[in-house]
Nanobody, 119 residues
Framework: QVQLVESGGGLVQAGGSLTLSCAAA????????MRWYRQAPGNQRELVAA???????NYTDSVKGRFTISRDNAKNTVYLQMNSLKPEDTAVYYC?????????????WGQGTQVTVSS
């Protein structure tokens, strides 16, 4: 059994910062890509940022220069540092990881954490 546990969401004023964390726990052999998605009310879930095991990163255009994704492979944890937050960043943020659980390579999701940016 593998679980992704997220933390770090909350309420912040526009221009502020938050850091999200997502720790994978359970029967883990290795973790490949780790990603952050977000979903605002009435919108589809969108990919925000991704990082490979080797550290290569990708971002959606709207967060480039403001968000930074990183990971600690020893801790099986991925982070999302969010700076210069805007009201349009308000959403539920989900982490996703492609994990080898000793049997198969499988995609896992966290439970989601709410980020609210007030104007």
């Amino acid at each position: 059994q593998v679980q992704l546990v997220e933390s770090g969401g909350g309420l912040v004023q526009a221009g502020g910062s938050l850091t999200l964390s997502c720790a994978a726990a359970g029967s883990i052999f290795s973790i490949n890509a780790m990603r952050w998605y977000r979903q605002a009310p009435g919108n589809q879930r969108e990919l925000v940022a991704a990082i490979t095991r080797g550290g290569t990163t990708n971002y959606t255009d709207s967060v480039k220069g403001r968000f930074t994704i990183s990971r600690d492979n020893a801790k099986n944890t991925v982070y999302l540092q969010m700076n210069s937050l805007k009201p349009e960043d308000t959403a539920v943020y989900y982490c996703n990881a492609v994990i080898n659980n000793h049997y198969v390579l499988q995609s896992y999701w966290g439970q989601g954490t709410q980020v609210t940016v007030s104007s």
